[in-house]
């Protein structure tokens, strides 16, 4: 974002890792990025943070929420209960309590926001409850913002970035099989050697999103990879009257069952 001519702010838990990558980002771009060090699995922090982003920024065009934690893996009652809701802390209340504290701020420049979803958000996955469920909560979140703040002008879109090599993916590896379930862990072990989703792409799909090809779109759940959302400046009137590329219920009709619906 910043080689792309934006002034960033950053918030991350490890300031050390935070300000180096500021450093970094602001030699080499000339940008203003301004780390502010947060623990986002704690509530309080999360408040006290609201006020300096306040202070720091004049304005906000675009807010990109992106932590995410795993959490405990394996089945839902051999869960560290207190693990299993730092997840929800993390990976949705507080990209909630952001969205809450800044659209004021967002809807005076007609901006955007990004949240980033994962795997278990349009289906199951076993062994992953507490994330799974916060990604769809988050999916579902974003979709019922997007109609809120919609008359504002601003947008609110979920993207899909794929599987990564990152250390999500090595909590896979390090619970192994037996804890992660096989199809996982073989899955994570693949990524690592065989190289992910490519991180570049995640920015590509930020970038269309908040720019004007993007300006129409809202409330849509969108995979990096799967999806071809480059091509889709060219259906826009389909695209934003449809509830393609959303969460919904398969009804027995929509398979085409004779039966179940009346």
């Not at 502010?36 to 004049?58: G, R």
């Not at 109609?147 to 504002?152: G, I, L, R």
């Not at 695209?239 to 085409?256: C, E, H, K, M, Q």
Request: hydrophobic content about 40%; proline content about 4%.
């Amino acid at each position: 974002m910043a080689h792309s001519g934006f002034d960033l702010c950053l918030v991350a838990r490890n300031g050390v890792l935070l300000r180096k990558l500021s450093t970094k980002l602001s030699s080499e771009t000339g940008r203003e990025i301004i780390p502010l060090v947060c623990d986002l699995s704690d509530p309080e922090a999360v408040k006290n943070l609201i006020p300096k982003i306040k202070k720091n920024l004049p304005s906000l065009e675009t807010l990109i929420n992106n932590a995410a934690i795993h959490g405990p893996i394996g089945p839902l009652w051999g869960n560290d209960w207190s693990l299993w809701q730092e997840v929800i802390q993390v990976n949705l209340l507080a990209p909630v309590a952001l969205c809450h504290a800044l659209v004021p701020m967002i809807k005076k420049s007609k901006g955007s926001i990004v949240n980033l979803s994962g795997g278990g958000a349009t289906g199951p996955r076993a062994n992953f409850s507490a994330y799974a469920t916060a990604k769809a909560g988050l999916v579902r979140f974003s979709e019922t913002l997007a109609d809120e703040v919609k008359a504002f002008g601003v947008r609110v879109n979920c993207i899909a970035p794929g599987a990564m090599k990152t250390s999500l993916l090595s909590d896979v590896i390090e619970k192994g099989a037996n804890i992660a379930g096989r199809r996982e862990y073989d899955f994570a072990e693949k990524v690592f050697s065989e190289g992910g989703a490519d991180m570049s792409r995640v920015a590509d799909l930020v970038h269309f999103l908040i720019s004007d090809k993007g300006s129409r779109i809202t409330g849509k759940l969108i995979s990096v990879v799967w999806d071809d959302w480059g091509k889709w400046p060219e259906h826009l009137d389909e695209l934003v009257n449809s509830d393609a590329y959303t969460l919904r219920r398969i009804a027995g009709r929509d398979r085409g069952f004779d039966w179940g619906d009346v």
